[in-house]
């Protein structure tokens, strides 16, 4: 049995049809990268795994579990963490804060109304940081971070409730080179070290190649070309509609 | 009613539509484009009907009567001017809706200016030359000048769409009302636009009082009528819409003259008065609309960009900071030996005001929710233990546990439908649920005591001393505050802010955001309702007031004195406020002048409010 | 703001001509006035409180503090009361309950004023005359209209100056029966004093004209009427008469909208206080000829009562009075008198002396009934006119307020307290 299968899955915007009938799978410790240009419907099969929204057609399922329709809430409490192409971090706590409040809330203690919310999962929040190589930082204002370092806040975050599923959406974007790969490698160890599988949309074709196991092209909403990286790399088709145009 | 009667109402309705909508426009392009909730639209247009009338009568006849038109909207487009470059460009960067309270002391400067400039006694206008009686259509009949309106209205609809759509200063104020970064990628000098987007609505306001002369006599009263139907109209028409806001001025226009029309009706041997209905008719269509249409008729959902730029860091407050509050609170208590009854009657005014104060700054500051119709929780635990110890002669301290209950309840029914909306949208639907239960309150005169309110409620013998109640208060305001900030403290307090700064990552976290902002607005409400309870026995009584916009005001200019970046910011806003307005009432004669102006320098002074601007102004010194 | 001197205070004498003079007195006040009330002498003065929403209605409340500030000027320079001089401490209670109750506390409590007298709108003076009972002090209601003030609220310690809601009414409808119209409409603004004035009507009306049908019946919120949509809707009910409790800006829509559409062609229309200058004046040319009203004619009187009061009045304030100069100057009088009657200042003393005290005013001797604290003052009954482009009345009658209060025994019951 897959971890994540998608069956069939449709969604459309009026008369547009951003996702058409798509399915896939991710297993555990696989890395899935979707590829696609602009306005190929990655944005929008992210938004119906993770649960922003709602398809108009087919079938999700996690870890056995028909989860097709459900809040983001209840996906993160079945396992799935998620980081957002824009990086959206709360802005008025600490570093650590942030995380804090995650792991607070995968243990459940999110409407406590007592009891100081700083001095709840400090250490576990510290591991964390420690691991995506943000522990120097954890005191700091959230608002003061550079882009990528908020890249790495989210990654923590996501991994609050020792995720299954791992969705990162445009990990890498905004970052320098050298620290996209170190991203990727550090997802790559969690991968192995917490059997954990990623899906991941990514518009830099060197981390694609270099960190998926599995790569699917979309295109119009379709699934045009799936495999290992080298055979999609060497597909005709993908090669003229997207690796043509945006390779530099 | 007769066809006649029909064409003649909606005649009425679609006149009163035009002004309105001329008024409502202007304030939803200020919005739109400065993101200003302006209070002191309101006072424009009561000096466009105060200036149209002197134009009119100085320069007289039909000359004066239409020349009086222009100059009105050109001298309440220079005031919005000054206003705009002297008062609100300083403090377009401060926190959201920090601007209202400029607005709002410029509401009462102009009162009082227009009081002094005219006097105090209303001024009735001239009628239009050539517009003054009314034709007989059939059996209708229509007065000439209201058909002018109902042509006027549509008029001025049809010029600002051509404007925004044929020339390119409309294309940017389009932009900037629609995407904020697009106004940034075409290069404008974005100074200049809200410039000259200020002085365009004030204009509007100016003309549309101007035009209402014939209509309305000039009263001090206009601007706080004019600025609650113009807020109506602008939010069930849509933010920033003008064609929305259109269609919302003829809907309420044609309701109110329908519910006029209607007069009594007897349903079932029942008989009730339609047209007492027009005291809250227009609130209840916009409950409607706001539930229905979260947006209103023709807006579109604001991007969310805007939020995160106003969020600071908010600190957990230390050892030391408790420490502080201790020694504070055994101060407070100390308080009776040394002071005289009265100053524990008004610090008595203070603490309940502070309790209110930090349970609206719940929900606006940690919550992100900011209330206009807060004082409706207050006023329900007000009326909770007035009506407990009237009608079931419960004893006080029963009463004043009573009372955060149901206030709690009345919080959660309002913020299941408010957590569904965000902005001034929210704001906008928990006023129409305020003035709904107003109006219930008002009208309910076997219950409630009605307009009258209720009295002769006063603490019981051992509590009747007045520094033995202000202990009480002490007691329970802190208890209450120190309730709230231990919760903004706590996970819960956490959830909520991580709902504010980023409620689509909440969610992805297993954060539920509308069950913690559901939960926020109960618990907000129970506290302002335990401060409406000792309200009424600090008053020995009350009346429809304690839940009036009035009161919601002061709440929020509390708040927004303080500071809303702060957990001390509403104490310090509540002190300050009721102490400078118990003061100017008693020792100065234009107390709202004053009151104005010092406000107005505060917000100049502390951008982020005076308990923010202090804090600022420490670290800079350590 | 004390204002024991008033010639000292030039907030009060400053003509109306110079707006900047008087935002420039505002300032001053803030500087000058704070805390001075504190240091002034208490041996050989009185010192009364004063409370009203000066800033929340002051097309009526300007000339009423003109009122009271002369009474005092001649209560003073005849030697003030049993050789001391009296002091009014004078504050602004916003216009809401809990403000007036918070002010008459500062000004029991701080300022040690004897008595109490004030107020305008009902709901506050309420408020202020249930504080008056728990404090124990005495508190004349000046202007507010309300009936329960003396009857289901009234308390011991309470008294009203002016002629009630149903007093008034009561002295609108001999002529309403004389003329004997059928059908009838009523307009009123949708709060206690408007529908207290229309039950009254209604019942007063019905027992003494049994075939009268009221056809319609319109409540516009108080200060936001929609003046031609209930111009067209009592029309459409085709009455024979009008009765309205309108006033100030309502009034004036109302009026100028019923020109406009013919409504009070052919009907008779009764306005309840719309012969008060405060409501009348701003009408001018509009003014419908005709209307029965209540209010004040000050231009005609010529008792040698009012003679006198008009004269002073127009000599100390240059400006004519309206009807709240009447009800401040005669309620400062009222409790000068009360005060000397009782010899002292002692709150019972005071509240003993006050009952059945008699008092002459500028429209004739009135009487602070015993049984529930209302003074005898009347109003006048009469039509309106136009004259010189201003609003008159003409046609009128003084009519006593002791003839138009129901029976003693009647009274007993709606006073429950007593």
């Excluded at chain 3, 003046?227 to 009765?243: E, H, N, R």
């Excluded at chain 3, 009203?293 to 000599?315: C, K, M, N």
């Excluded at chain 3, 002292?344 to 005071?350: A, G, M, N, R």
Aim: net charge neutral; glycine share 10%.
């Amino acid at each position: 049995m897959n971890l994540l299968e998608v069956r069939n899955v449709s969604r459309c915007y009026g008369s547009v049809r951003a996702v058409d009938d798509v399915s896939f799978d991710v297993a555990a410790r696989e890395r899935v990268a979707l590829i696609g240009p602009n306005g190929a419907g990655k944005s929008t099969c992210f938004g119906i795994v993770g649960g922003q929204m709602r398809p108009d057609a087919g079938t999700v399922t996690l870890a056995g579990e028909r989860v097709t329709g459900m809040d983001p809430a209840s996906l993160f409490r079945r396992g799935l963490g998620r980081t957002f192409q824009v990086t959206a971090t709360f802005a008025s706590m600490t570093v650590a804060e942030n995380v804090q409040t995650a792991l607070t809330s995968h243990g459940r203690h999110s409407l406590r109304p007592f009891g100081r919310a700083t001095r709840l999962s400090r250490t576990q929040a510290h591991d964390l940081l420690d691991r995506v190589g943000l522990g120097e930082q954890a005191e700091r204002p959230c608002a003061e971070l550079a882009y990528g370092d908020l890249k790495r806040v989210e990654l923590a975050m996501a991994l609050a409730n020792a995720p299954r599923l791992l969705l990162m959406d445009e990990p890498t974007a905004g970052m320098a080179p050298p620290d996209r790969h170190a991203l990727m490698e550090l997802v790559s160890g969690l991968v192995q070290d917490r059997a954990l599988a990623v899906l991941f949309t990514e518009h830099d074709m060197d981390i694609v190649f270099g960190h998926a196991d599995r790569v699917l092209v979309l295109d119009h909403g379709r699934i045009v070309a799936a495999g290992d990286p080298g055979s999609v790399r060497a597909n005709a088709e993908v090669r003229r509609l997207y690796l043509g145009e945006s390779q530099p | 009613m007769t066809v006649a009667d029909t064409l003649s109402q909606l005649v009425n309705g679609l006149a009163g539509a035009s002004t309105l909508f001329l008024l409502a426009s202007g304030l939803s392009l200020i919005f739109g484009v400065t993101r200003v909730v302006n209070f002191a639209h309101g006072s424009l247009y009561m000096i466009g009907t105060y200036v149209g009338i002197a134009v009119a009568e100085h320069v007289g006849g039909a000359t004066g009567f239409w020349l009086a038109l222009p100059v009105a909207a050109a001298i309440a487009g220079a005031l919005g001017f000054a206003v705009e470059t002297t008062v609100l460009r300083r403090v377009y960067r401060a926190p959201e809706l920090f601007q209202l309270l400029a607005t709002f002391a410029l509401v009462l400067i102009l009162k009082d200016a227009t009081l002094i400039v005219w006097g105090p006694e209303d001024v009735l206008g001239p009628r239009a030359p050539g517009l003054e009686d009314a034709v007989r259509v059939g059996d209708a009949t229509l007065a000439k000048y209201d058909l002018f309106l109902v042509i006027v209205g549509p008029l001025v609809l049809a010029a600002l769409d051509l404007v925004f759509r044929r020339t390119r200063w409309g294309l940017l104020v389009r932009a900037a009302t629609q995407d904020r970064e697009m106004l940034g990628a075409l290069g404008v000098n974005q100074r200049w636009l809200f410039t000259g987007v200020f002085v365009l609505g004030s204009a509007l306001a100016g003309l549309a009082g101007a035009l209402q002369m014939p209509r309305e006599p000039a009263s001090l009263s206009l601007d706080l009528t004019a600025i609650t139907d113009a807020f109506v109209v602008v939010v069930v028409g849509g933010l920033g819409s003008l064609r929305g806001a259109f269609l919302a001025a003829v809907l309420i226009g044609v309701l109110k003259a329908l519910c006029v029309a209607l007069g009594t009706v007897e349903v079932a041997g029942w008989s009730f008065n339609v047209s007492k209905l027009t005291l809250v008719i227009e609130f209840a269509l916009m409950a409607v609309t706001l539930a229905a249409r979260p947006w209103g008729l023709g807006g579109r959902p604001f991007p969310l960009e805007e939020r995160r730029a106003t969020v600071e860091l908010a600190k957990t407050p230390g050892i030391r900071f408790w420490l502080g509050i201790v020694a504070l609170l055994v101060l407070c208590a100390l308080a009776p030996l040394v002071t005289d009854e009265y100053t524990l009657v008004l610090a008595t005014d203070v603490l309940v005001f502070t309790l209110f104060a930090t349970s609206l700054h719940f929900l606006m500051g940690p919550g992100g929710m900011a209330s206009f119709g807060h004082a409706a929780f207050f006023g329900i635990g007000a009326y909770t233990a007035a009506l407990a110890v009237r009608s079931a002669g419960v004893p006080m301290l029963v009463a004043l546990a009573l009372a955060p209950g149901t206030a709690a309840l009345a919080g959660l029914v309002v913020g299941w439908f408010c957590v569904r909306l965000s902005g001034v949208y929210l704001a906008m639907l928990t006023l129409a649920f305020a003035q709904i239960a107003w109006s219930v309150v008002f009208q309910w005169d076997d219950v409630t005591g009605g307009s009258n309110g209720l009295f002769g409620i006063w603490p019981p013998g051992w509590a009747s001393d007045r520094a033995t109640f202000y202990l009480l208060a002490l007691a329970l305001c802190a208890a209450g505050v120190v309730a709230l900030w231990t919760v903004v403290n706590a996970p819960f307090g956490f959830a909520l802010r991580a709902a504010r700064d980023a409620s689509t990552r909440a969610e992805a976290v297993g954060i539920r955001v509308r069950r913690v902002r559901w939960l926020a607005f109960g618990l907000a409400a129970a506290a302002a309702g335990l401060a409406g309870a000792l309200y009424v026995f600090a008053k020995g009584g009350l009346s429809p007031e304690v839940m009036a916009i009035p009161r919601s005001v002061d709440g929020l200019v509390m708040v927004l004195l303080g500071g809303v970046g702060t957990l001390v910011g509403p104490v310090v806003g509540a002190a300050l406020f009721t102490w400078l307005q118990d003061f100017t009432l008693r020792h100065t004669e234009y107390w709202r002048l004053v009151l104005g102006a010092v406000i107005l320098l505060a917000v100049l002074a502390f951008p982020n409010g005076v308990a923010g601007g202090l804090a600022r102004l420490r670290e800079r010194l350590a | 703001m004390t204002t024991a001197n008033p010639e000292t205070s030039p907030s009060l004498t400053t003509p109306r001509r110079r707006p900047w003079l008087r935002a420039l007195v505002a300032v001053a006040c803030v500087l000058g006035c704070a805390g001075t009330s504190r240091f002034a002498a208490a041996g050989d003065v009185i010192r009364i409180g004063e409370l009203n929403a000066y800033k929340t209605f002051p097309a009526f409340l300007e000339p009423y503090r003109k009122g009271w500030q002369l009474a005092l000027e001649e209560i003073n320079a005849a030697g003030g009361v049993a050789g001391r001089r009296l002091e009014v401490v004078s504050r602004d209670d916003n216009g809401n309950p809990g403000d007036a109750v918070r002010v008459a506390e500062e000004l029991a409590s701080r300022e040690h004023v004897v008595a109490l007298f004030g107020g305008f709108a009902s709901h506050v003076g309420l408020a202020v005359s249930d504080f008056a009972r728990q404090r124990r002090i005495l508190f004349l209601a000046a202007e507010p209209l309300s009936d329960k003030l003396v009857w289901q609220n009234g308390n011991r310690y309470t008294f009203r100056l002016r002629a009630s809601t149903y007093m008034q009414t009561a002295m609108l409808v001999p002529e309403a029966v004389r003329l004997h119209r059928r059908r009838w409409a009523l307009v009123y603004p949708n709060y206690e004093y408007g529908q207290a004035a229309a039950e009254a009507f209604k019942a007063l009306l019905k027992a003494r004209q049994p075939d009268v049908e009221f056809v319609a019946e319109q409540a516009p919120p108080l200060g936001k009427i929609d003046a031609g949509a209930t111009v067209q809707a009592l029309a459409s009910a085709k009455p024979d008469a009008i009765f309205s409790a309108l006033f100030a800006t309502d009034l004036a829509k109302f009026v100028r909208a019923g020109n406009t559409r013919g409504l009070f062609r052919g009907r008779e229309v009764f306005n309840l206080l719309g012969g008060e200058p405060e409501y009348l004046d701003p009408l001018r040319a509009e003014t419908p000829a005709g209307w029965y009203v209540t209010g004040y004619p000050w231009r005609s009187i010529s008792t040698p009562a009012h003679t006198r009061f008009l004269d002073a009045y127009r000599a100390r304030w240059h400006d004519y009075p309206r009807l709240g100069s009447v009800v401040g100057y005669v309620a400062m009088h009222a409790v000068a008198a009360a005060i000397s009657r009782a010899g002292d200042t002692q709150t019972e003393k005071l509240v003993d002396a006050m009952e059945g005290l008699d008092l002459d005013t500028p429209f004739g001797p009135i009487r602070f009934r015993a049984i529930d604290h209302q003074s005898t003052m009347g109003a006048f009954v009469g039509r309106l006119a136009q004259k010189d482009g201003r609003g008159v009345m003409v046609d009128w009658v003084y009519r006593d307020g002791a003839a138009y209060l129901p029976p003693d025994d009647v009274v007993r019951t709606l006073r429950p307290a007593h």
